[in-house]
């Protein structure tokens, strides 16, 4: 197993006293796998992410990659997250390079490093650019460059798209599944949008509402080919309806709930 989330439960301490965000969590994926998860608002998406990427600690449970615990962040797990986290004052470059330059690569092996991830996310020309002076699409295409750049095992996703308009994001998500084929990275990516689930990757883990546990895993039967023609086959069609049946189920169990 390349990934394994064991039992994870995680509880946080609020005002209104303690709150469990996510219980019974047991996923595990394969080297080389694309995988997404998706769940309503507040089940716990994020959190699940930001445990595995060692940013934050499980109340309980286990998370191992390639059978090793998670104990903090680590070049393993590359993340990209949905708000743009580049550092504004420097430019793509050094924002690419900065991982690396923290985990005291030389100037030589950070700069080969750079161009590289700078033509698999096609930014080349845009080396010296400063993040404003690019567009929403660009700078997670940067983004994407830098959690590369210290080849990580693992790419966590959070929403990366999110913040994009429609059209941007259909080219982002063609990028994404290119640079998937080309470097075979394992994937884990989160999401609420069901037909970008349905259509990057090749199992779904479907989140119950607050507290997040797996409601169930759909495996897709999709060819593995995918263009913007897969989104009219009528395999894609039912994937995602019964994806979405699956969360409409659970909105209404929290209606019941509340
Ligand atoms: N640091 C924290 N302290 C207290 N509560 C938190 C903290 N982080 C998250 N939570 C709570 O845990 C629950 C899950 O939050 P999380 O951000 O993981 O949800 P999400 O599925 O990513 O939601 P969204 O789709 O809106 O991004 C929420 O109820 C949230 O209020
Ligand atoms: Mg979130």
Redesign the pocket.
């Known amino acids: 197993m390349h990934l394994a989330v064991t039992q994870l439960y995680k509880q946080?301490?609020?005002r209104q006293g303690p709150?469990v965000?996510l219980k019974d969590i047991n996923l595990s994926i394969e080297e080389g796998e694309f995988i997404c998860a998706v769940?309503?608002?507040?089940?716990?998406?994020?959190?699940?992410l930001r445990l595995i990427a060692g940013l934050d600690t499980p109340t309980a449970g286990e998370i191992q990659v390639d059978g090793v615990p998670v104990t903090g962040p680590g070049p393993d797990r590359g993340m990209v997250f949905q708000k743009y986290t580049l550092y504004p004052w420097m430019n793509v470059a050094q924002n690419v390079g900065f991982g690396l330059k923290l985990q005291g690569a030389s100037h030589i092996q950070r700069r080969e490093r750079v161009t590289h991830y700078l033509e698999v996310v096609g930014l080349s020309q845009f080396a010296r650019a400063l993040p404003q002076e690019l567009s929403g699409g660009m700078q997670q295409r940067v983004a994407i460059a830098r959690a590369l750049a210290s080849a990580p095992k693992i790419l966590l996703m959070?929403?990366p798209f999110g913040a994009l308009d429609a059209q941007t994001k259909e080219t982002m998500q063609q990028f994404l599944l290119e640079l998937w084929r080309r470097t075979r990275t394992t994937i884990l990516m989160?999401t609420?949008d069901v037909e970008e689930a349905v259509f990057l990757s090749q199992r779904i883990y479907v989140l119950t509402s607050?507290p997040?546990s797996i409601k169930t895993e759909i495996r897709m039967d999709l060819p593995s080919e995918r263009n913007y023609h897969t989104k009219s086959h009528s395999t894609f069609q039912d994937c995602k309806e019964t994806v979405l049946d699956l969360l409409r189920n659970e909105s209404g169990r929290e209606a019941a709930v509340v």
């Open positions: 946080f301490k609020t709150l965000a769940g309503a608002s507040g089940s716990g998406k994020s959190t699940l959070d929403e989160i609420h607050r997040g």
